[in-house]
């Protein structure tokens, strides 16, 4: 079995770029790595699970909202290294975009926060540059300026 923290082999992940209104949804991060940083709602892939379903999972789990599955926004790998330089964290993570069709924003599970945020206000959460990009190419998917 592949653990989460020093895993043997790199781990599948969904996340969400949710946009409503021009604005994209953001969760403060409860658990590590990233803990108490601003980010994505998305997860692990359970066994067995669709990526579909996993995104639709992880959103609802972590803030109380139901979403329609949309296409890619990225693939992309999220490893993070510890002091000794060893792989503390590895991810495979697939973004796809996503509407809101139900359920009420309330932060729970992993989430220690979760805030609508406008482009304008993307500076404000200091997100890492790669969510920033996968933002950015979530919103232009949305207004045709992909």
Do not use: N
């Not at 969400?16 to 658990?31: E, F, K, S, T």
């Not at 669709?50 to 992309?76: H, K």
Request: proline share 6%; charged share 20%.
């Amino acid at each position: 079995m592949t653990t989460r923290l020093y895993p043997d082999r790199p781990i599948a992940s969904v996340g969400a770029v949710i946009v409503d209104a021009g604005r994209v949804l953001l969760v403060q991060r409860g658990q590590p790595p990233l803990k108490g940083q601003w980010s994505l709602p998305g997860g692990a892939v359970e066994v067995g699970e669709t990526l579909a379903a996993a995104v639709q999972r992880e959103v609802f789990e972590e803030t109380g909202l139901v979403v329609e599955v949309g296409p890619i926004v990225d693939v992309l790998d999220r490893i993070y290294m510890d002091a000794a330089a060893r792989v503390e964290y590895h991810y495979v993570l697939i973004d796809y975009l996503c509407s809101v069709v139900g359920g009420h924003l309330h932060p729970q599970s992993d989430a220690a926060d979760a805030r609508w945020a406008s482009p304008a206000e993307l500076p404000a959460f200091g997100l890492q540059s790669v969510t920033l990009a996968v933002v950015m190419k979530g919103l232009a998917l949305v207004t045709g300026h992909a």
